[in-house]
């Protein structure tokens, strides 16, 4: 069993620091917030003084952290956490976060000694719970191999994606092509409510024609051809806009950064910030039908 210190004790980082408990692992957790780490504690864990205090003396250290921002914050410079731990710690930084910080990062945990492997995941918080998470990992082979047994208790399906940075930049571009299919199906439906097609005759369609995609068959849009997606229950939240927005962003960022043009990436972008800006970040990232009829209002 592994000594394992567990910085960002949020929405995620929480719920797949209790698996690695009930997993038999020793965490030591760290978060801004007094109460979670009393939730870890109460789980059976320990409170570390600091961040830098859970990442000494441990075989690895977990970090879920909210953006790029924190994760170089903490991890870089002479008082960082790559500096403080024992040489050869494992570092697994699940936070999606920039590529270039990414790449940045491992750069520096390779120079100064130690493992680090990028794992962005999917799934959200109930896949964080329930340990059925998706991670993509980036960096060396003895790296991911090293972190794959922790990622096993927290995830269901584990993908090394190639070297440091490959997983977040699998990340971004999966959620840029969800956001883009997303509104291409919103769109559709749209334009059949104007024509009047019924949306159960567009889906059994497209469902079985060249239209055909996750965003409309797993997580249609409108109520009743999909009885489980967000659009029958007032589009709660499941993934929320807001946090498609992030990712958007990201992509805008590296897309930018690689010079690869990505207009449709960008459009997207565009459309998902005015959606967040008139105060629906919370709302389920399907929610932007609503945003499309120009009205908030289900047809
Ligand atoms: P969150 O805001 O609930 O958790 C982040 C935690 O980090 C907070 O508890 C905060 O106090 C802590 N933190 C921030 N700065 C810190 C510091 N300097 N030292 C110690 N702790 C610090 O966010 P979350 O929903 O848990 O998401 C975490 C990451 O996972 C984000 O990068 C997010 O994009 C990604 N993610 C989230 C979901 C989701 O459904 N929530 C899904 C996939 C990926």
Known sequence: MAKIGFIGLGNMG?????????????????????ARMADLEAAGGAAAGSATDAASGVDAVVTMLPSGRE????????????????????????????????????????????????????GGVGGAQAGTLTFMVGGPDADFAAAKPLLDVMGKTIVHAGGAGNGQAAK???????????????EAFVLAEKLGLDHQKLFDISSTASGQCWSLTTYCPVPGPVPTSPAN?????????????????????????????????????????????????GVDFSGIIRFLRGAQQDA
């Open 172 to 186: 971004i571009c999966n959620n840029m092509l969800l956001g883009i299919s997303m509104i291409g199906v919103c």
């Open 71 to 122: 994760v170089a914050m903490l991890y870089l410079g002479d008082g960082g956490l790559l500096a403080a731990a024992d040489k050869g710690t494992l570092f697994i930084d699940s936070s999606t976060i920039d590529v270039e910080t990414a790449r940045k990062v491992a750069d520096a945990a390779a120079a100064a000694g130690q493992k680090m492997v990028d794992a962005p995941v999917s």
């Open 233 to 281: 229950r007032d589009y709660q939240a499941g993934f929320a806009a807001a946090m498609m927005l992030k990712d958007l962003k990201l992509s805008q960022d590296a897309a930018s950064h690689a010079g690869a043009a990505t207009p449709l990436g960008a459009a997207a972008s565009q459309a998902y910030g005015l959606f967040v800006g008139a105060g629906n970040g």
């Open 14 to 34: 929480l719920p797949m620091a209790l698996n690695l408990l009930k997993a038999g692992h020793t965490v030591k957790g760290a978060d801004l917030s007094a």
